[in-house]
Every structure is written in structure tokens, then in C-alpha cells.
């Protein structure tokens, strides 16, 4: 297609159209992260002089999220494969890129086969939900900013908590990755955004605030069904509020139980996400968490 050209990002030509295309589609958020955080992961789709759509990556990481979408009216042209070919050329040459995922909306049948045909698979699915932000009632619990000597049992927190979920709903393959450097160094920069909460002094669960955003609410698996998740819930959900936000929003894996919980605080499911996943190289991560951490976790 000689008209098309695949194209490094420049904010001043590119910026206000890839901005109208998206307009209420849920990929404006991730567009807005690579625009801040990464705009040299950003190519666009040249078609006639007009940019038409675009390739965007989250980082160069373990994985990479992904994010193609073209303008509807220039859908079927071939322009989303020529995106996805840009795709594997640059992630398959990183050393660092395991894997490429991403998501499409329930219900867009075409864009999943399309992802089918390129080696893509669903590897799970998930609700985000969203909640006016009005404050919640919150118990007497000890909640503190994250700090740096937190990280190892943080980290093996949300790691356990996940590793156990995706057991629990069947996503497969599960796995647990051991703490590094990197990722301390990335906790440590948002400190700010990380939230502990404490039960006789130790760290019982962790959370994060992301915008206006909440993720990542980790119990530790023996302090679960406790009522402590939905005490500490509340403070993260409060704390957003107390920064401006009038919309809260959450990611919830589809058959994970803590749906219900998130129901009862007042969240309702807006869509249905299906997170897709492309390997490059094998996964380097343990298939199970390592034995002398795991007994202590659920003991």
C-alpha cells in the first residue's frame, strides 16, 4: 500500500488526531501513559498524509502492553496488520520482551479474530468496575505510605495473592517472579501512590492509587475473609476522594469472589475487558512461588 507509512510519533502533527479517533474509547488511557511516560513507543499510521492510527507500547519490560487501533473508516485497508507487523519486529529483536499483551472490549468480534489470526490468545478476562466518589465508612485500621524496607514482603504479598487467584478462576499458566532491583526502584519512585496496612505491627495487605485508580489490593492469604480487604478498600477508595476524584475506578479478573465484594462498596461493572497475550521468548518466571516463602504466607 503505497500510501501508508509507518511513522515515529511527533506530538505536534499526531497528537490531536490519534486524541479525536479515540474519543470515549477506553484505549485513550493507555494512549495517555505511553504519551507521557514513553512518546519514542509510539508510531503512527501515515495514510495519505493523514494519521489514521497507532502502535503504542507501555515500555520495553518483561512485557510489553500493547495498544493498535485504527480509525474506524480505514478499518480492513490491511493498516492494523502492517501496525502488527511493526509489532513483532520491534519486540521480538528487544532482549528484554518476553511477552506482548493487550485487550479488546467483550463483544468486538473482529478485532479478536484479528488478533486470533496473529498469534494472539485470551489469556483472561476482566470487569472494570467504577464507583462515585463518596466517602465510605472506615473502621479503625493502621494504614501507612509504603517505604523502601517494605519491598520484599510487599512484593511476595500481591505476588501470592495473584498466583492463588489465577489458580482460583483457571488462568493458566500461573506463575510467581522473584523480587529484583528494577521493580524496587519503580515502588520506591511512587511511594507516594503505595499504601501498607498494618495488623499487630506487621504488613497484613497492600494497595496502590494510580490517578484516580485503584489496583493491585493485595491480603495477605491468611488474613483473608477477615473483613480486612474491605476495611482497607475503604481507606484507598476515601483517599481518593480526599485527592479530587469524583469517579473511582477498578480491574477485577472475571470469577474472582472479590467482585462481590467490590459490589457491596458500591462499584458497578462498566465493561468487559478480554487481556490478550503473544509470547516472543519463554517466560522466565517460577511456575510456583519458591517453598520457603509460600508455607509462611498461608500457614
Known amino acids: 500500500m503505497e500510501q501508508l507509512k509507518i511513522e515515529p510519533y511527533k506530538p505536534e502533527r499526531d497528537e490531536a488526531s490519534i486524541t479525536a479517533m479515540l474519543c470515549e474509547n477506553e484505549q485513550f488511557n493507555v494512549f495517555q501513559q505511553s504519551n507521557k511516560m514513553l512518546s519514542d513507543g509510539i508510531f ?64 468486538d468480534r473482529c478485532s479478536q479474530q484479528f488478533l486470533y489470526k496473529h498469534g494472539y490468545y485470551i489469556s483472561y478476562s476482566s470487569f472494570i468496575m467504577e464507583r462515585e466518589g463518596v466517602l465510605l465508612p472506615e473502621t479503625n485500621i493502621t494504614v501507612r505510605q509504603y517505604e523502601d524496607d517494605d519491598y520484599v514482603i510487599c512484593h511476595n504479598i500481591c505476588e501470592i495473592a495473584f498466583y492463588e487467584m489465577h489458580e482460583r478462576v483457571g488462568i493458566l499458566p500461573s506463575y510467581y517472579y522473584p523480587p529484583n532491583e528494577t521493580e524496587r526502584m519503580r515502588f520506591a519512585e511512587d511511594r507516594s501512590n503505595r499504601f501498607v496496612m498494618l495488623i499487630d505491627g506487621e504488613i497484613a495487605a497492600v494497595g496502590i492509587i494510580d490517578g484516580f485508580e485503584l489496583s493491585h489490593v493485595s491480603v495477605r492469604l491468611d488474613l483473608q475473609s477477615r473483613g480486612y480487604g474491605r476495611a482497607f478498600i475503604s481507606f484507598l477508595v476515601n483517599e481518593i476522594v480526599r485527592r479530587g476524584g469524583e469517579i473511582v475506578t477498578l480491574g477485577v479478573v472475571k470469577g474472582n469472589p472479590a467482585i462481590e465484594l467490590y459490589k457491596s462498596l458500591g462499584f458497578k461493572a462498566k465493561s468487559l475487558n478480554h487481556w490478550v497475550t503473544k509470547y516472543y521468548k519463554p517466560d522466565t518466571r517460577l511456575s510456583r512461588p519458591p517453598s520457603e516463602i509460600y508455607p509462611q504466607m498461608t500457614r
Open 44 to 107: 503512527v499510521a501515515r495514510y495519505n498524509d493523514l494519521t489514521v492510527g497507532f502502535l503504542s507500547f507501555d515500555g520495553f519490560k518483561r512485557r510489553a502492553l500493547t495498544t493498535i487501533f485504527v480509525n474506524e473508516e480505514y478499518r480492513r485497508m490491511g493498516i492494523g496488520a502492517t501496525l502488527l507487523e511493526k509489532t513483532d519486529k520491534i519486540l521480538s529483536q528487544n532482549v528484554a520482551v518476553e511477552r506482548s499483551i493487550g485487550f479488546c472490549i467483550d463483544g
